[in-house]
């Protein structure tokens, strides 16, 4: 037993320093990673599931470095909340995807609209605000198409900046939506508070539709729900026509997910939403 007790924990050991390495190594790379451009937006389009259209993308961030290669967000962002670094980088991305969205809207010549992730630690940037309406005025964007995606982790704080930020993100006339709608400690009451135009429901709802009854009711009283609200619906990783097809019965106004298309780069997304306008 005492063998046993001292292996498992040097297998532990062993993982912990492995983790730690990687922790470390990616710290390191991330410190001028903005700098050596190794950031990368792609954009993920969202369809309307009745008219068969492109209404809005959302902006997906890419690292690739050398030493590391393709590092995945859900890798890199918690690294990123951590060192502080996601203010610089979340920087980076409002005015990429915003630069982009003008000149994809110039494009087509119809307005879209452009979907960001805000991390809870971009809230303590005290200058997010101004940089967010210096931005919209630099790449002639109007506020209405930027759309904030926010998850509930964000409003559980209860913290009064980020209380008065959501407040002022809406009187711009910013749209709110909120994120991963389903996996958190949903409060009906947050929805109401903050005016969001948007819930995303959450993919893990979404993959087992139509199959399983207990997801397929849930997603229903989840759309039924939020259009008394009056938000719009988009439904996250829709991978199959059996999922579209439900949806479409529901009501659905949204669907994003692999079934239409994958994240892709910013010159490919125009090229394939040229048949979707
Ligand atoms: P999220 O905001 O929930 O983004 C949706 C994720 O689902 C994306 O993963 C997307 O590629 C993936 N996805 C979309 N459709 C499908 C599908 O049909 N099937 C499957 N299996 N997956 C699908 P991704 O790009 O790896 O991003 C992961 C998470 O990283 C995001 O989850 C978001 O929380 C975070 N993230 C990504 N970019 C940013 C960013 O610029 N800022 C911040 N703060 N977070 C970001
Ligand atoms: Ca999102
Ligand atoms: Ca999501
Ligand atoms: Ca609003």
Known sequence: ?????RNTYSFFSKEMNTMMLRRFELEEQMHGALERNE????????????KQKIMGVEALLRWHNSALGNVTPDEFIPIA???????????????QALMFLNEWQNTHHRKV???VNLSPCQFRDSELLSFIKSS???TNVSADNLELEITEGVLMSGQSHIHDALIEISALGIKLSMDDFGTGYSSLSYLRQYAFDVLKIDQSFISGIPLNKADSEL??????????LGLTVVAEGVETKEQLKLLEELG?????GYYFS?????RHLIDFSVNYM
């Not at 909340?81 to 005015?95: A, D, M, N, Q, S």
């Not at 659905?252 to 994003?256: G, P, T």
């Not at 994958?262 to 910013?266: L, T």
């Open 81 to 95: 909340e951590h060192t502080g670094l996601i203010i610089p980088i979340g920087r980076f991305v409002i005015k």
């Open 262 to 266: 994958k994240p892709i780069k910013a």
């Open 219 to 228: 997603v229903n009283t989840i759309i039924a729900m939020a259009h008394s």
């Open 136 to 138: 919209l005025k630099e």
């Open 1 to 5: 037993a005492k063998d046993l007790g």
């Open 113 to 115: 609209t452009m979907a």
């Open 252 to 256: 659905c106004d949204l669907v994003q």
């Open 39 to 50: 950031f990368e937006l792609y954009y993920q389009p969202q369809f309307d599931v009745k």
